[in-house]
């Protein structure tokens, strides 16, 4: 089993940036090949994947509405994936969810609903 718990979302103006940050425990990141991401919820729409990480880091998937804008990362040591959000805009403004071992294809990612953290609200301000 593996537990996961967002934070670092808040209140940020149009252009800003934000640093979200997802702490897994349960089990070590690197005893398995894991992939984790990043999914989003907007007020009335379905939930949607942002970004994607493989489990050496070594490959990265984005939703095209974020290509360029948003990154993802991990710590192996820390158990820790991070997404680094600038240029925000209202658009953004969404739940934000972490999500491990789901499956990554053709550069898209898809979660495994097991395993979802608790989510972090981003709200930008026009």
């Known amino acids: 089993q593996v537990q996961l718990v967002e934070s670092g979302g808040g209140l940020v103006q149009a252009g800003g940036s934000l640093r979200l940050s997802c702490a897994a425990s349960?089990?070590?990141?690197?005893?398995?090949?894991?992939?984790m991401g990043w999914f989003r919820q907007a007020p009335g729409k379905e939930r949607e994947f942002v970004a994607g990480?493989?489990?050496?880091?070594?490959?990265?998937y984005y939703a095209d509405s974020v290509k360029g804008r948003f990154t993802i990362s991990r710590d192996n040591s820390k158990n820790m994936v991070y997404l680094q959000m600038n240029s925000l805009s209202p658009e953004d403004t969404a739940v934000y969810y972490c999500?491990?071992?789901?499956?990554?294809?053709?550069?898209?990612?898809?979660?495994?609903?097991?395993?979802w953290g608790q989510g972090t609200q981003v709200t930008v301000s026009s």
């Open positions: 999500n491990a071992e789901g499956s990554c294809s053709s550069g898209v990612c898809y979660p495994n609903n097991n395993y």
């Open positions: 349960g089990r070590s990141f690197t005893n398995y090949a894991m992939i």
């Open positions: 990480i493989n489990w050496s880091g070594g490959r990265t």
